[in-house]
């Protein structure tokens, strides 16, 4: 049989993409998949539920098919910027509902995505009980972003956040522990237009040193690391605590 022009290529996302979690995500889909058989029955249930966590009403039902939550619209709720409740058009016969907030804006400080996150992560483990490490790790791996890239790249950082949960969205077997692996490719966001700051010292990085591990040159243990392991001050195989090269570039006295 003849082939398409498109079969003619490799599949070069299909070999090259590594899942760190795939008992997760298949345990994962098997309860979405039970969610959707019956999804307006399982929706009527959980709101029926006394001690159901503090979320929009309007938003859970991405979460119980595990879509893309817009967090501004989470936000906009909380700050009372919009109403917690479904839209509805009307034309001529028929209804249409959207199940959707308008998000009102941006979301422009850390304090704002992380209560956005808290709520979103409280529904998600009440819907899908065995996600709770998945999420906490990401939480603490995003707060490390923001601590180290300050506040001149919330925008970006924020955007960063957005985009890897949309790729969650669309592939199933990504899980929240995937963060990692897709890391050099969403930083790539840091910095385009904006001045990045890293790392504890507040010294200011060029776009060349986007990909360099934060977390290797102050000496915390990680696994699983798409960044390159050198010295942020001198491009040197060591750490940048233990870099013996002063402000000149020259390299101090012992």
Not at 31 to 48: G, N, P, Q, V
Not at 66 to 94: C, L
Request: charged share 25%.
């Amino acid at each position: 049989m003849e082939k398409y022009p498109f079969e003619s290529h490799n599949d070069e996302y299909g070999s090259t993409r590594t899942y760190q979690n795939l008992q997760l995500a298949e345990k994962m889909n098997k309860i979405r998949t039970h969610y959707e058989a019956s999804k307006k029955d399982a929706l009527r249930r959980l709101k029926d539920r006394i001690g159901w966590p503090n979320f929009p009403q309007s938003l859970w039902e991405p979460v119980l098919l595990n879509q893309y939550v817009d967090f501004r619209k989470i936000h906009a709720v909380w700050s009372g910027g919009a109403p917690d409740e479904a839209t509805v058009h009307a034309m001529q016969h028929f209804k249409f509902v959207v199940n959707q907030i308008e998000s009102k804006g941006p979301m422009v400080s850390e304090s704002a995505w992380t209560a956005a996150f808290n709520s979103y992560s409280k529904a998600v483990v009440y819907v899908y009980l065995h996600r709770s490490r998945e999420l906490v790790n990401y939480q603490g791996r995003m707060q490390e972003v923001f601590r180290y890239h300050g506040d001149r790249s919330i925008k970006s950082i924020i955007k960063i956040d957005e985009t890897f949960r949309t790729m969650l969205a669309g592939d199933n077997r990504l899980t929240f522990d995937d963060f990692e692996s897709a890391s050099p490719l969403l930083y790539s966001m840091l910095g385009q237009g904006e001045s990045v700051r890293g790392g504890p010292s507040g010294r200011r990085f060029d776009q060349g040193d986007r990909d360099i591990c934060r977390r290797y040159n102050v000496g915390k243990a990680h696994q699983n690391c798409g960044f390159r392991h050198i010295c942020l001050k001198c491009k040197g195989s060591h750490r940048q605590s233990e870099c013996t090269r002063g402000k000149d570039g020259k390299v101090s006295d012992a």
